[in-house]
């Protein structure tokens, strides 16, 4: 189902919960704010894979298409090899290393959440994210999530179900 709906301020309840958890009832409701990060204002029209460039236009609050141009630029001077065959591209796909040293550049920190071997601990969901802005990475997606809200052009969330591999957030001053 393709939806005409492009951007909206209002958050949708995309689904909800209760049981109990740890001897306690609880309730949760998971949010998502339909958003493409500015693109079709940017005057993209095509529906493409830039999930990388949209998470951190939104979470950033930098315009699209200042994003979109700089992964680009920085794909330019990627190598490629046998086992990396393109380079990063807004449009196709961002390396996770290019995603890495964009954010870095941007003052953002990388947070994991998965190690090797230690299984899924924190999924895709508010109640186990911190509050803030945030460029989450899942498996073949990208996404930000502000204050728990996912923002998105749909629910990526597989019902809390999906795997957080960790989170792009902004560098705390000390």
């Not at 939806?3 to 949010?31: D, L, M, V």
């Not at 953002?108 to 509050?131: A, F, N, Q, Y």
Request: net charge positive.
């Amino acid at each position: 189902m393709i939806r005409t709906i492009f951007n909206t301020q209002q958050p949708i309840a995309i689904w909800s919960e209760t049981g109990i958890k740890n001897g306690e009832h609880y309730t949760h409701c998971q949010y998502l704010i339909i958003n493409d990060g500015g693109r079709r204002q940017a005057g993209y029209k095509s529906i493409t894979g830039d999930c990388v460039c949209r998470a951190i236009s939104i979470a950033t609050g930098k315009p699209y298409k200042e994003v979109h141009a700089a992964l680009n630029e920085r794909g330019k001077s990627e190598r490629t090899g046998k086992r990396k065959r393109g380079r990063s591209n807004a449009e196709k796909g961002v390396y996770k290393q290019t995603t890495r040293k964009y954010m870095e550049s941007i003052g953002w920190e990388w947070t994991p959440t998965m190690k090797i071997g230690s299984g899924c601990t924190v999924h895709l969901r508010g109640d186990e994210l911190p509050w803030g802005r945030l460029v989450v990475e899942v498996s073949r997606h990208t996404v930000a999530v502000i204050n728990r809200v996912i923002h998105d052009t749909y629910d990526s969330s597989r019902r809390g179900t999906r795997c957080v591999y960790g989170y792009y957030q902004k560098k705390q001053n000390s």
